[in-house]
């Protein structure tokens, strides 16, 4: 299995749409991997930006104990003295009830302004709410209502994660054939970005690495899909680079 390799000290590392389906997949060893290796190069910041699993619903046990290597390896970074912010993305449901478990802080898919030491602001958001989309909009209040959220927590935990599963592969197979429209996204990015104080905005959702210059001094980077995993590290030089994985056996 490659590993990640951070550098020393990192002000911030990003992370999303790794899109974990069981505790034994690479993506979630790799994952669990980075989130402690984070911990022994003294990382400032770590940030999931949602969409980690292809389903999580945190008000159930299974899932809290199906993943319990990241989230424990997640309370650990904190205790090494790391802000760690967990933003929910359109897979992850319920994750509110984690703060009732866990240490880090989990944040709403509108995302949050980071500040770093040297003052730069940055914008982490997941994007999926870029654009306002009434249907995605009614959706949303429907699949996240408290009433699902019950319904889903009486029916059995382990049922639920196999058709969830099932479902986000049917739905996964739909999306290769959907395009992106790279000007309305990146649009959007620089309208959401203007209506805060940060200078750039970091979004994941849509699997593509964008690294655009929007105009006076303002910039949209994203964090790939995990098809080919990697992550975004914030160096001395406030800038972002992303960071692959490597074969150590050589």
Not at 121 to 147: A, E, Q, T
Request: positive net charge.
């Amino acid at each position: 299995m490659k590993i990640f390799q951070l550098p020393q000290n990192p002000a911030l590392v990003v992370v999303s749409d790794v899109h974990i389906r069981n505790s034994d997949d690479e993506r979630y060893l790799q994952l669990c991997q980075l989130v402690e290796q984070a911990a022994a190069v003294n990382a400032k910041s770590f940030v999931l930006n949602g969409d980690i699993f292809d389903f999580f619903f945190a008000w159930g046990k299974h899932f809290r104990g199906k993943y319990s290597r990241l989230l424990s390896g997640l309370d650990k970074l904190v205790a090494s003295g790391a802000v760690v912010w967990f933003v929910s993305g359109n897979h992850e449901f319920g994750l509110e009830a984690l703060s009732r478990h866990h240490k880090f802080e989990v944040v709403p898919s509108e995302g949050k302004v980071w500040t770093g030491m040297t003052g730069q602001k940055i914008l982490i958001s997941h994007g999926d709410l870029l654009r306002f989309d009434p249907w995605y909009d009614l959706y949303r209040k429907i699949i996240r209502s408290n009433v699902v959220s019950v319904l889903a927590l009486i029916f059995p935990q382990f049922l639920l994660d196999h058709l969830t599963l099932w479902f986000a592969r049917t739905s996964r197979k739909k999306d290769r054939y959907r395009s992106l429209n790279h000007s309305k996204i990146i649009e959007s990015a620089a309208n959401k970005l203007n209506e805060t104080t940060a200078e750039t905005i970091v979004i994941g959702h849509f699997h593509h690495p964008y690294d655009e210059d929007l105009g006076n001094g303002k910039r949209l980077v994203s964090v790939a899909s995990w098809d080919q995993p990697s992550c975004l590290v914030l160096g001395a030089d406030a800038k972002f680079a992303r960071v692959f994985p490597v074969d150590t056996k050589n």
